[in-house]
T-cell receptor
């Protein structure tokens, strides 16, 4: 079993849809949970981070962490074509990150 | 704030030559920098972690004699791919952690695409 699992997609949705992206993990030591957005041939850009369990909202983005289920989610409301990118979850126990493989999202106008 | 640059953004080199990639934190000091490798449509794989003034810590399976990492200052780390081969062609991304932080803080550079012919 991989340490972090994520559906690679591709995921295509119409503009305005609510997008749900998810990751599962196996290492219970992870305390920090991040979501990154990566456009083609660019470096990852931090979208959200959460420490331990709970929800966090920032504009159209909501991150949820359920440590009991070892499951994290990122919701994107009112999705826009500019949201089309690869979304990577990342987790850390304090020093190094472990990344999921990324989900490719396409938001169709 | 928290800008990380990489140079060059793209490089093509011949097999057997060496290539140096620079990673700079432009507006903060980074005690720790990370080097990742990313193959097409795959996730980032951590290659090594470098702390300023000390030797890098390499992940299992990464040849330290092939991928030389130097973190000589709080704003600069370099990755040198020695005796490059076509299988070294990849997207190399660095990240930097600001001094005094931990946990979630890593800021990524824009990446360097290396093509070895």
């Amino acid at each position: 079993q991989k340490e972090v699992e994520q559906d690679p997609g591709p995921l295509s949705v119409p503009e305005g849809a609510i997008v749900s992206l998810n990751c599962t993990y196996s290492n219970s030591a992870f305390q920090y949970f991040m979501w990154y957005r990566q456009y083609s041939r660019k470096g990852p850009e931090l979208l959200m981070y959460t420490y331990s369990s709970g929800n966090k909202e920032d504009g159209r983005f909501t991150a949820q962490v359920d440590k009991s289920s070892k499951y994290i989610s990122l919701f994107i409301r009112d999705s826009q074509p500019s949201d089309s990118a690869t979304y990577l979850c990342a987790m850390s126990a304090g020093q190094n990150f472990v990344f999921g493989p990324g989900t490719r999202l396409s938001v169709l106008p | 704030g928290a800008v990380v640059s990489q140079h060059p953004s793209r490089v093509i080199c011949k097999s057997g030559t060496s290539v140096k990639i620079e990673c700079r934190s432009l507006d903060f000091q980074a005690t720790t920098m990370f080097w990742y490798r990313q193959f097409p449509k795959q996730s980032l794989m951590l290659m090594a972690t470098s702390n300023e003034g000390s030797k890098a810590t390499y992940e299992q399976g990464v040849e330290k004699d092939k991928f030389l990492i130097n973190h000589a200052s709080l704003t600069l780390s370099t990755l040198t791919v020695t005796s490059a081969h076509p299988e070294d062609s990849s997207f190399y991304i660095c990240s930097a952690r600001p001094a005094g932080t931990g946990g979630y803080e890593q800021y990524f550079g824009p990446g360097t695409r290396l093509t070895v012919t």
